[in-house]
């Protein structure tokens, strides 16, 4: 659905981005998550038409964005970091603006606005000046004027940024409840985005990939080993003695919140380390997997410098 | 024609609630009301001396001494508040970051520019309407020439035209009304008064001088003299700020 190739952007001397490739197929919803001057937003500007890139190639929709920009205008939608609201203009009035130069023909206007206000919960203030809404409901009328057309991708850049935590919870569901119709691609570079939203990432820094893939296919590649982590009732630094000596087990030490235990990616002596651990008469309340979360990939990946 | 149609809605929809619009065009109101009346309160008091000297009678006409100069004050205001009308074309867009919306939909830089430059001009042909409207008097209780009239009024519309496609031009430029406003005076102010360069100079670089000269294309015009030479002048104008507004807008992405 989206496909990059080869993209690279410069500005004079600095190269913003670099030699970008990567996919995505559609229906998924795929974060480009990377540090603050990534190349996020220079790549999100190019797909959308927005910037021209120095090199590489670039399609959204089976449409190569640089041969045919106003096809691919017409079938994306796109929330730019800064929202592009006039506030001057009430809700309705914006929206059937932004439907008019989308192209929405002007019979289905009407219908186009009533529907983006229903799906992104704009009814209340749809009457209200833009400039006397909240944060809030600002980034709902930033979303609202990219799906008014109807659009088979959508391009969110930064959608979170700036809301209080409620209102956050609120957009990504807004967001998740776009996922199988269309395409999503959303920058961010807050990684807890990433892990409740997107069914993949692409992780860019300094203008480079450094990943591309489902969440489960990186984690995949950057484990080194599987693991637990362990709390038991009482005494957990004879437990952690006694458990060293489970076949198949690697580490084990002491955790903020248990223990970690660590052994090789195939091997499973869970069963194996709760009886231990009951026969030891130190009690077992919580063992969970060691999962590699989106801080540790990212970290790895980023800080590491690994290319995948 | 639809989608500079449905930029120029949006401008006009702009121009309207701004203050700055509505501020400028009843301080144009309000000055040309005053021309008008003070115009005409000199012209009945030249009338009455005039009806007593038949030599100079024939020599008194309202065209050349009301409207006539009546055009050349209204365009010196218009000078002074065209900048302020068109400081906010696009550098506002530039600033709230309204342009990655505009430049993201299926329409052309060209379309966007033409239905900016679109609204601009009605805002101005409205504002000229009102404010020569209590000419309309003369014209009911007088006989004055028509012709010379609509030449002037075509010269102040083409004069403001030609203000607005180099207001559009600077406000292009940058994202600082206030910047695009003073490029536009100067610039404006320049095109006023090149023309006295040409007292010193000859040859092919006076005959430049008074061609670029904005003010020297007018005077023909409040004559009642249609000259293509002064009509081309005013269009080739507005066609070079277009030109260097869309010039800039695309060199500023292709960067």
Redesign the interface.
């Known amino acids: 659905m989206i496909a990059v190739s080869g993209l690279t952007k410069k500005?004079?001397e600095l190269v913003a981005v670099r030699d970008l490739s990567f996919r995505v197929e559609q229906g998924k919803i795929w974060g480009l998550l990377g540090p603050n001057a990534a190349g996020k937003t220079t790549t999100m500007?190019i797909l959308?038409?927005?910037?021209?890139a120095t090199e590489g190639t670039a399609s959204v929709g089976g449409l190569d964005i640089f041969e045919k920009p106003?096809e691919v205008?017409?079938i994306?939608g796109?929330l730019?970091e800064?929202?592009?609201?006039?506030?001057?203009?009430t809700v309705s009035?914006y929206l059937a603006?932004?439907a008019?130069?989308?192209?929405v023909p002007s019979p289905r206007r009407r219908e186009a606005v009533e529907k983006s206000v229903r799906t992104t919960g704009l009814d209340t203030v749809k009457g209200r000046l833009i400039r006397n809404i909240s944060r809030g409901y600002k980034q709902r009328v930033g979303i609202a004027?990219a799906l008014i057309h109807d659009p088979q991708v959508i391009i969110l850049d930064e959608p979170t940024i700036g809301l209080d935590p409620a209102q956050i919870i609120e957009i990504r569901s807004l967001i998740k409840s776009l996922r199988g119709e269309r395409t999503i691609i959303l920058s961010t570079h807050i990684l807890a985005e990433v892990t409740q939203t997107c069914d993949g990432v692409v992780i860019i820094n300094e203008g480079r990939l450094m990943a591309s893939g489902s969440l489960e296919e990186l984690t995949a590649a950057v484990r080194t080993s599987d693991g637990a982590i362990l709390r038991v009732r009482r005494d957990s630094a004879a437990a952690a003695e006694r458990l060293r000596s489970v076949p198949g087990v690697d580490a084990v030490s002491p955790a903020e919140d248990g223990l970690r235990l660590e052994w090789k990616p195939g091997l499973d002596p869970r069963d194996e380390i709760v009886r231990r651990c009951l026969d030891g008469g130190f009690g077992v309340l919580e063992m969970r997997p060691l999962a590699l979360n989106i801080e540790d990939l990212y970290l790895r990946i980023v800080t590491g410098g690994t290319e995948q | 024609m639809k989608n500079i149609w449905t930029i120029a809605k949006k401008e006009l929809r702009s121009h309207i609630t701004s203050p700055i619009a509505s501020v400028v065009v009843a301080v144009f109101l309000v000055l040309s009301g005053f021309f008008i009346a003070s115009l005409n309160r000199w012209f009945n008091v030249l009338s009455l001396q005039v009806a007593q000297t038949p030599t100079y009678y024939n020599q008194h006409n309202i065209n050349q001494q009301v409207f006539a100069p009546l055009f050349h004050n209204m365009s010196i205001v218009l000078l002074l508040i065209i900048p302020l009308l068109t400081m906010r074309l696009f550098a506002e867009e530039k600033k709230i970051g309204t342009e990655e919306l505009l430049f993201t939909s299926p329409l052309s830089v060209a379309q966007i520019i033409l239905g900016k430059y679109l609204a601009s001009l009605l805002v101005l042909l409205g504002m000229l309407i009102l404010a020569t409207l209590p000419v309309g008097f003369a014209f009911l209780f007088g006989n004055p020439e028509v012709l010379p009239f609509l030449t002037g009024f075509l010269g102040l519309f083409l004069m403001g035209a030609a203000f607005i496609a180099l207001g559009i031009f600077f406000s292009s430029t940058t994202e600082n009304q206030i910047v695009a406003a003073v490029l536009t005076f100067g610039s404006l102010l320049l095109f006023w008064i090149i023309n006295w360069a040409s007292a010193s100079a000859s040859g092919f670089w006076k005959g430049v001088l008074d061609y670029v000269s904005i003010l020297q294309h007018f005077d023909n015009l409040t004559q009642g003299i249609l000259d293509t030479t002064d009509v081309v002048y005013y269009l080739s104008f507005v066609f070079l700020g277009l030109f260097l507004t869309h010039a800039v807008i695309q060199s500023r992405r292709w960067r």
């Open positions: 500005y004079g500007r959308t038409g927005f910037l021209p106003n205008k017409r994306l796109y730019p800064i929202l592009p609201l006039y506030p001057d203009m009035e603006f932004v008019a130069v989308k192209q004027q």
